[in-house]
T-cell receptor
Framework: DGGITQSPKYLFRKEGQNVTLSCEQN?????MYWYRQDPGQGLRLIYYSQIVNDFQKGDIAEGYSVSREKKESFPLTVTSAQKNPTAFYLC?????????????FGPGTRLTVT | AQSVTQLDSQVPVFEEAPVELRCNYSSSVSVYLFWYVQYPNQGLQLLLK??????LVKGINGFEAEFNKSQTSFHLRKPSVHISDTAEYFCAVSKETSGSRLTFGEGTQLTVNP
């Protein structure tokens, strides 16, 4: 089955540590996205990439970093500079051509930093 | 830049009652419109989308939405809800010219009571 996988489902870290969230897709999509979700605030875009080896900051990129070395993979690193990293993180992918641009979402990773 | 407003943060209804979740958007250019559903601790699933053509769009699980360009609205409706429809619903918009980048509303929590 084609889809997006995110691992792990739950992640716990101590304050001051960097942590990397995994996102893999086998939908052959060019574009990939990372969102942060907090209660009552909807989804906020952290970073997105429309092609391998290129990515752009979203609305809340501070304290995060990404890489896009392969089409299938778009890992997100939450650095110690992120002031409030505890949240639910969602990865998505989509086509960038044609007539259908809906994003397909992974199951999410819930990160807790104490 | 475009924006999305979901007018109700919470909508409680009784089982088998009709429901409408309201979404308004603002944009200076033509847009694509989407509704997504999120069950607890899961990713988002596409319910329906409007790209062009008929303004009444039918989606999965018996939901439909109507695009109203003059009122810049895209309200989601279901004639008879089930307990299993309890979830959070997100309206999203993308500019036709930018392809896949989405702007999300803050979400509406639909709770169906027996």
């Amino acid at each position: 089955d084609g889809g997006i996988t995110q691992s792990p489902k739950y992640l716990f870290r101590k304050e001051g540590q960097n942590v990397t969230l995994s996102c893999e897709q086998n939908l052959n999509h060019d574009a990939m996205y990372w969102y942060r979700q907090d209660p009552g605030q909807g989804l906020r875009l952290i970073y997105y990439s429309q092609i391998v080896n290129d990515f752009q900051k979203g609305d809340i990129a501070e304290g995060y970093s990404v890489s896009r070395e392969k089409k299938e993979s778009f890992p997100l690193t939450v650095t110690s500079a992120q002031k409030n990293p505890t949240a639910f993180y969602l990865c998505a992918s989509s086509r960038t051509s044609g007539t259908s641009y809906e994003q397909y979402f992974g199951p999410g990773t819930r990160l807790t930093v104490t | 830049a475009q924006s999305v407003t979901q007018l109700d943060s919470q909508v409680p209804v009784f089982e088998e009652a009709p429901v409408e979740l309201r979404c308004n958007y603002s944009s200076s250019v033509s847009v694509y419109l989407f509704w997504y559903v999120q069950y607890p601790n899961q990713g988002l699933q596409l319910l329906l989308k409007y790209l062009s053509g008929s303004t009444l769009v039918k989606g999965i699980n018996g939901f439909e939405a109507e695009f109203n360009k003059s009122q810049t609205s895209f309200h989601l409706r279901k004639p008879s809800v089930h307990i299993s429809d309890t979830a959070e619903y997100f309206c999203a918009v993308s500019k036709e010219t930018s392809g896949s980048r989405l702007t999300f509303g803050e979400g509406t929590q639909l709770t169906v009571n027996p």
